[in-house]
């Protein structure tokens, strides 16, 4: 059974910076696809980040130049750095991780971290 661990996460004044880690109980190998997602209170999860095995990165919109992805195998970790955090940034994050084995996905998801920015 996969378990993805969130850590880091917490309060911070706008224009702060935190750093979330996922570790991961096995190999980061095996997943297609690692990233991090958000949910604010009343509003749907998104996509904040995603690295692919490969390790191409994306990123919403909203985040681009302040936050950053990375990965590392050694480790079995991912991480998501946040610079400039906004109060919008305020949300319980989460660590997600993808497997593809044709013709079955299977996705996992850690337990969450709440991160807070005060104006």
């Known amino acids: 059974q996969v378990q993805l661990v969130e850590s880091g996460g917490g309060l911070v004044q706008a224009g702060g910076s935190l750093r979330l880690s996922c570790a991961a109980s096995g190999s980061i190998f095996s997943f297609n696809t690692m990233g991090w997602y958000r949910q604010a209170p009343g509003k749907q999860r998104e996509l904040v980040a995603g690295?692919?095995?490969?390790?191409?990165?994306n990123y919403a919109d909203s985040v681009k130049g302040r936050f950053t992805i990375s990965r590392d195998n050694a480790k079995n970790t991912v991480y998501l750095q946040m610079n400039s955090l906004k109060p919008e940034d305020t949300a319980v994050y989460y660590c997600?991780?993808?497997?593809?084995?044709?013709?079955?996905?299977?996705?996992?998801w850690g337990q969450g971290t709440q991160v807070t920015v005060s104006s």
């Open positions: 997600n991780a993808v497997r593809v084995a044709n013709p079955l996905t299977y996705n996992y």
């Open positions: 690295v692919t095995s490969g390790v191409s990165t």
